[in-house]
């Protein structure tokens, strides 16, 4: 399995990562879903640090959203929709696995780094990335662009319910060609 972190991605796709951490930074607080026990899902709020590379989650000690990562690394984390119900810059969703850090002089340098009001101890995790998600809509069209480490950055739009969804294009360069510059897109299965 190749694991693959925030600094993979961007490089990868950096005009998507862009517009992907710019949607992040609009809000502090973001959605975290993680798998209980008994593997219904849970919902939890979080704040999200993508810096040095990686995609932080850092959690209260003990906290069942740290507990269920320990137990079932597997979450999606989606950004704060904000405001109304318009969404300019579209929504986004991010799954993957979470990998807990446990050695003190990384945690203890992560604090440091953030300069934050980390209580101590904290639960801190980085992300291997497994989908990027962006939707937004562009004139009368749903644009979904969806980014794996397998299969890329694929651009997908979708009119309304007559016409079928239709993926753009690929251009020269191997990239989506008619996609929207840091613009909208969703998980070609959502």
Known sequence: MTITNWAAFEKAEPEFAKAVQDRFAQYPHHVLATLRKDG??????????IRGGELWLGMM???MKARDLQRDPRFALHTNPGEG?????????????????IDPPELHRYAE???SESPHPFH???????E??????????????AWTPAGGLRTIRRGNDDEPAREDPKDPAGGPAGG???????????
Do not use: C
Request: glycine share 14%.
């Open 85 to 101: 119900e318009t969404m300019p810059d579209g929504d986004v969703r991010v799954s993957g696995r979470a990998v807990e850090v």
């Open 132 to 145: 990027v998600v962006h939707i937004g809509v562009d004139g009368e069209e749903l644009v979904v662009r």
């Open 113 to 115: 780094e953030t300069a």
């Open 40 to 49: 219904s899902p849970r919902v939890a709020g979080l704040n999200v640090d």
């Open 180 to 190: 929207l510059a840091g613009g909208p897109a969703e998980g070609p299965a959502s």
């Open 124 to 130: 801190l995790f980085h992300a291997d990335l497994t």
């Open 61 to 63: 000690p003990g906290s």
